[in-house]
């Protein structure tokens, strides 16, 4: 027997069996979806696709047609004040508003298209039930339908207020992001006042180049994106080897008071993390106290002798190189207690017996910690792993909290751009959107970063959960 076929095209295969092979109700499905539900007996699911065909027709031509006929120029009409001689007067026009044709028209696009989705389905399985009818089968009543998603198919229950959510708070504004990406809206072309328009791929042109006097963000962006790199990588590793040596360290047999050195790094945590970098960010300022102290004992004059710093203060989040290796310190002390709590439970299930058979064998414990700890905390905490590398990549509150007024950038081409020095590709998109409202630019960045996070998923996520390596553990 010939094997049936799954997936995408099997899917569309017996789509064109039901549109080919279909008797009457459900060739007549194809216009109206509840044709075939009400042949069958199934008359409340047949008047709830017919209301969901109505309303979607109703919103295709009351509201949607309305945005999407003027998708492809993203409005015409620049508002102006016009005097109204019946009201004596002045009142502005009929004018166009490019923000609200873009975002009403990606909303349109993502109902016309979940509407397809249903519809395609709908008429594969009014198909089913028509072969059901011909073999004599039992066709389930709108109560057994309902009985199914408490039972066998309530997964698909569990399921739909989650994928609502992605679609709408994930889903548009990712389409929105993409498609503001080829417009020029930026201050200039702000709506309502004005009218911005498609441009293409000029934002991403300006991105990877650095021609023109003023046109430097292809400058700013690589070098951001080289630090923001450096710093996902080194903030990964150094709170995550840190937090596992802390582990250790505590959990150790001659560390006197394990649970009042745990309980004191787990106090760390309790404060705001915001409390935290914005004390910390006083305590290394220009005129802080880290300063003073270091200027009564004699080191800020020593580095200035030496030529490493020119000011009559050390410039620890002030100055390029000083502010990037200042920035990775202050992450180790913040995140190394969230690490070493992921660690210790972790390190709590290494197998015994292991560890006993390579001491017997004659391991060194820096052996043991690099052939059979590390291993297995990767094997356990690997998607972790992405999960915080992506995340740091993403690290707004470190840099922003850190830096915020109190870094500024004396190199003209990043100036030019609105960024800095320590600016991840997140906080120079935050600044480009709240402070200079550059929102084609912005987008063009977003882009790029969700790009960025997503290949390192997936292939992170390939690497560390292909091949079954559990058995190598046990």
């Given at each position: 027997?010939?094997?049936?076929?799954?997936?995408?095209?099997?899917?569309?295969?017996?789509f064109?069996?039901?549109?080919?092979?279909?008797?009457?109700?459900?060739?007549?499905?194809?216009?109206w979806?509840?044709?075939?539900?009400?042949?069958?007996?199934?008359?409340?699911?047949?008047?709830?696709?017919?209301?969901?065909e109505?309303?979607?027709i109703v919103?295709?031509f009351?509201f949607?047609?309305?945005?999407?006929?003027?998708?492809?120029?993203?409005?015409?009409?620049?508002?102006?004040?016009?005097?109204?001689i019946?009201?004596?007067?002045?009142?502005f026009?009929?004018?166009?508003?490019?923000?609200?044709?873009?975002?009403?028209?990606?909303?349109?696009f993502?109902?016309?298209?979940?509407?397809?989705?249903?519809?395609?389905?709908?008429?594969?399985?009014?198909?089913?039930?028509?072969?059901?009818?011909q073999?004599?089968?039992?066709?389930?009543?709108?109560?057994?339908?309902l009985q199914?998603?408490?039972?066998?198919k309530?997964?698909?229950?569990?399921?739909?207020?989650?994928?609502?959510g992605?679609?709408?708070?994930?889903?548009?504004?990712?389409?929105?992001l993409?498609a503001?990406?080829?417009?020029?809206?930026?201050?200039?072309?702000?709506?309502?006042?004005?009218?911005?328009?498609?441009?293409?791929?000029?934002?991403?042109?300006?991105?990877?180049?650095?021609?023109?006097?003023?046109?430097?963000?292809?400058?700013?962006f690589?070098?951001?994106?080289?630090?923001?790199?450096?710093?996902?990588?080194?903030?990964?590793?150094?709170?995550?080897?840190?937090g596992?040596l802390l582990?250790?360290?505590?959990?150790?047999?001659?560390?006197?008071?394990?649970?009042?050195?745990?309980?004191l790094?787990?106090?760390?945590?309790?404060?705001?993390?915001?409390?935290?970098?914005?004390?910390?960010?006083?305590?290394f300022?220009?005129?802080?106290?880290?300063?003073?102290?270091?200027?009564n004992?004699g080191?800020t004059?020593?580095?200035r002798?030496i030529?490493?710093?020119?000011?009559?203060?050390?410039?620890?989040?002030?100055?390029?190189?000083?502010a990037?290796?200042?920035?990775?310190?202050?992450?180790?002390w913040?995140?190394?207690?969230?690490?070493?709590l992921?660690?210790?439970?972790?390190?709590?299930?290494?197998?015994?017996?292991?560890?006993?058979?390579?001491?017997?064998?004659?391991?060194?414990?820096m052996?043991?910690?690099?052939?059979?700890t590390?291993p297995?905390?990767?094997?356990?905490?690997?998607?972790?792993l992405?999960?915080d590398?992506?995340k740091?990549?993403?690290?707004?509150?470190?840099?922003?909290?850190?830096?915020?007024?109190?870094?500024?950038t004396?190199?003209?081409?990043?100036?030019?751009s609105q960024?800095k020095e320590?600016d991840l590709?997140?906080?120079w998109?935050?600044?480009?959107?709240?402070?200079?409202?550059?929102?084609?630019?912005?987008?063009?960045?977003?882009?790029?970063?969700?790009?960025?996070?997503?290949?390192?998923?997936?292939?992170?996520?390939?690497?560390?959960?292909?091949?079954?390596?559990?058995?190598?553990?046990?």
């Amino acid at each position: 027997m010939k094997k049936k076929k799954s997936g995408i095209g099997g899917f569309f295969k017996e789509f064109g069996e039901a549109v080919v092979k279909g008797d009457l109700f459900v060739k007549l499905s194809l216009v109206w979806m509840g044709a075939g539900y009400i042949r069958r007996k199934q008359i409340i699911k047949g008047i709830l696709m017919t209301l969901l065909e109505v309303a979607v027709i109703v919103f295709t031509f009351g509201f949607a047609t309305e945005y999407v006929r003027d998708f492809g120029t993203l409005g015409t009409v620049q508002q102006e004040t016009v005097f109204n001689i019946v009201t004596m007067q002045n009142e502005f026009n009929d004018y166009d508003n490019s923000f609200m044709i873009l975002l009403f028209s990606v909303i349109s696009f993502v109902v016309w298209f979940t509407f397809l989705v249903i519809w395609l389905k709908n008429e594969v399985t009014v198909y089913r039930l028509q072969k059901k009818a011909q073999a004599g089968e039992h066709i389930n009543t709108f109560v057994e339908d309902l009985q199914q998603f408490k039972n066998d198919k309530f997964y698909i229950t569990l399921l739909a207020l989650p994928v609502m959510g992605v679609v709408i708070f994930t889903i548009v504004p990712l389409l929105i992001l993409i498609a503001v990406a080829f417009t020029n809206y930026d201050q200039g072309h702000m709506p309502p006042s004005a009218l911005f328009t498609w441009v293409g791929f000029t934002n991403f042109k300006n991105l990877f180049s650095s021609g023109g006097m003023t046109i430097t963000f292809g400058y700013a962006f690589r070098r951001i994106l080289i630090w923001t790199l450096v710093w996902a990588l080194f903030a990964t590793a150094t709170t995550y080897i840190g937090g596992i040596l802390l582990s250790l360290l505590i959990n150790n047999k001659r560390t006197k008071l394990p649970k009042l050195w745990r309980t004191l790094f787990i106090v760390t945590i309790a404060v705001p993390q915001f409390v935290s970098l914005l004390l910390v960010r006083n305590f290394f300022a220009n005129n802080g106290i880290m300063n003073t102290i270091c200027a009564n004992a004699g080191i800020t004059q020593w580095l200035r002798d030496i030529g490493a710093i020119s000011t009559s203060y050390i410039p620890f989040l002030s100055a390029p190189g000083w502010a990037h290796v200042m920035i990775i310190l202050i992450n180790i002390w913040i995140g190394v207690p969230y690490q070493m709590l992921i660690a210790t439970g972790v390190l709590m299930n290494i197998p015994s017996d292991q560890l006993e058979s390579a001491k017997i064998d004659g391991a060194t414990p820096m052996q043991s910690f690099i052939h059979i700890t590390m291993p297995y905390m990767l094997f356990v905490t690997g998607p972790s792993l992405v999960t915080d590398f992506v995340k740091n990549i993403n690290n707004f509150n470190v840099i922003y909290l850190l830096t915020q007024g109190v870094y500024t950038t004396t190199n003209q081409a990043m100036a030019n751009s609105q960024a800095k020095e320590v600016d991840l590709l997140i906080t120079w998109l935050f600044n480009l959107t709240q402070g200079y409202y550059n929102y084609k630019m912005a987008s063009t960045i977003g882009i790029i970063v969700f790009i960025l996070c997503a290949v390192f998923t997936l292939i992170a996520f390939s690497r560390f959960l292909k091949g079954d390596r559990e058995e190598a553990f046990r």
